[in-house]
């Protein structure tokens, strides 16, 4: 099983302000990784997939790149509706496996 | 616009048994994988099965192997997941998800998500 830690758990930024999280594999998953956003009492919202590329809808301001067992997700500039959790999911084998999360607070 | 309505949650006694459905609606089902993800409160998502758009093709995270079966009506566009053998470590919100697919070919990523059922097990 491939294991994603994400780090850091807990990221405390302003609005405007860049955020950059991370997500490293146990073992590589080339680039088959995606990057998933959730708010309170919400299900989670698919943000990048394929490591880099902008699911449908996805504002401009994130960004994902990495590939192998390094893996960062990038927020710009922080609007206020960005702060919530992040998790990263790997689909380079089964079981298909979730980072821990980060969460992203004011 | 895709739809996606878990029902079937509800407070079980260990050792009980469940069926979580999930309704389909807004695109052509049967052309889909679709998985369930779990997420217990306060913590973070489980992957727990997917089923391939024929049905052909089941795969489980180990946990709950031998206990769960996902299955899948094309023709009511409908999505199940029969829980046997229930653990308080199930205890989870359950949620239906719609895998993507992009230049033809199906990605293992959750593009759409329903709100999700409450499974509690506990005496």
């Known amino acids: 099983e491939i294991v994603l830690t994400q780090s850091p758990a807990t990221l405390s930024l302003s609005p405007g302000e860049r955020a950059t999280l991370s997500c490293r594999a146990s073992?590589?998953?080339?680039?088959?990784l995606a990057w998933y956003q959730q708010k309170p009492g919400q299900a989670p919202r698919l943000l990048i997939y394929?490591?880099?590329n902008r699911a449908t809808g996805i504002p401009a301001r994130f960004s994902g790149s990495g590939s192998g067992t390094d893996f960062t997700l990038t927020i710009s500039s922080l609007e206020p509706e960005d702060f919530a959790v992040y998790y990263c999911q790997q689909r380079f084998n089964w079981p298909l496996t979730f980072g821990g999360g980060t969460k992203v607070e004011i | 616009e895709v739809h996606l309505v878990e029902s079937g949650g509800d407070l079980v006694q260990p050792g009980g048994s469940l069926r979580l459905s999930c309704a389909a609606s807004g695109f052509t089902f049967s052309s889909f994988w679709m998985t369930w993800v779990r997420q217990a409160p306060g913590k973070g998502l489980e992957w727990v099965a997917s089923i391939k758009p024929d049905g052909s093709e089941k795969f489980y995270v180990d946990s709950v192997k031998g206990r769960f079966t996902i299955s899948r009506d094309n023709a009511k566009n409908s999505l199940s997941l029969q829980m046997n053998s229930l653990r308080a470590e199930d205890t989870a919100v359950y949620y239906c998800?719609?895998?993507?697919?992009?230049?033809?070919?199906?990605?293992?990523?959750?593009?759409?998500w329903g709100q999700g059922t409450l499974v509690t097990v506990s005496s």
């Open positions: 073992q590589t998953v080339t680039t088959y």
């Open positions: 394929d490591a880099s």
């Open positions: 998800a719609r895998d993507m697919i992009t230049d033809g070919y199906n990605l293992e990523y959750f593009q759409y």
